[in-house]
């Protein structure tokens, strides 16, 4: 089992409807949780990151955290064809290894 | 803020030789910067964490005398890949954990550097 899992996608959705993202990880130490968007070609940039159940949002993201079910979502409010990339989900432990441990990402396609 | 630098950003050389390329945090400090390499279609497989000052650690497989890392201040550290090989060629990104009081250990990357070994 890998430590984090996405859907490969592609995901398709239509401009200006909401997109959702989806991740689970299995290790349940894992204490904080990124969702990274990248273009072909470019470096991850960060969108947003959570640690606490519940939902944190930023504009047109939310973050949704369920640590009982080891589950992460982002969600893309009134999608655009710009937000076209990959998105891949990373967590970080509590303890033992500090670095991100990434999913495979999911491609997103927002259709104009 | 929180902006990492790569150079250069590509670079093509010949089998066998050796290339370096380093990163750099631009307006803050990192203690410590991650070494990541990409495939094509692949997702970011860490290969080393860099700690300022100390030996870096490098994940399973990675092959430390291969991939030389060294870093020698706060806002640089380099990674030489050795006697490369075709197979070494891949997107070569640094990140560097952020400033800030977030607690969330947040990673920001650096816009990578594609490497090709002919």
């Known amino acids: 089992q890998k430590e984090v899992e996405q859907n490969s996608g592609p995901l398709s959705v239509p401009e200006g409807a909401i997109a959702s993202l989806n991740c689970t990880y299995s290790?349940?130490?894992?204490?904080?949780f990124f969702w990274y968007r990248q273009y072909s070609g470019k470096s991850p940039e960060l969108i947003m990151f959570?640690?606490?159940?519940g939902d944190k949002e930023d504009g047109r993201f939310t973050a949704q955290l369920n640590k009982a079910s080891q589950y992460v979502s982002l969600l893309i409010r009134d999608s655009q064809p710009s937000d076209s990339a990959t998105y891949l989900c990373?967590?970080?432990?509590?303890?033992?290894?500090?670095?991100?441990?990434f999913g495979s990402g999911t491609r997103l396609q927002v259709q104009p | 803020g929180a902006v990492v630098s790569q150079h250069p950003s590509w670079v093509i050389c010949k089998s066998g030789t050796s290339v370096k390329i380093e990163c750099r945090s631009l307006?803050?400090?990192?203690?410590?910067m991650f070494w990541y390499r990409q495939f094509p279609k692949q997702s970011l497989m860490l290969m080393a964490t860099?700690?300022?000052?100390?030996?870096?650690?490098?994940e399973q497989g990675v092959e430390k005398d291969k991939f030389l890392i060294n870093h020698a201040s706060l806002t640089l550290s380099t990674l030489t890949v050795t006697s490369a090989h075709p197979e070494d060629s891949s997107f070569y990104i640094c990140?560097?954990?952020?400033?800030?009081?977030?607690?969330?250990?947040?990673?920001?990357f650096g816009p990578g550097t594609r490497l090709t070994v002919t």
């Open positions: 990140s560097a954990r952020g400033p800030g009081t977030s607690g969330g250990g947040e990673q920001y």
């Open positions: 290790d349940r130490g894992s204490q904080s």
């Open positions: 959570i640690y606490s159940n």
């Open positions: 990373a967590v970080r432990r509590l303890r033992g290894r500090r670095a991100l441990t």
């Open positions: 307006d803050f400090q990192a203690t410590t």
């Open positions: 860099s700690n300022e000052g100390s030996k870096a650690t490098y």
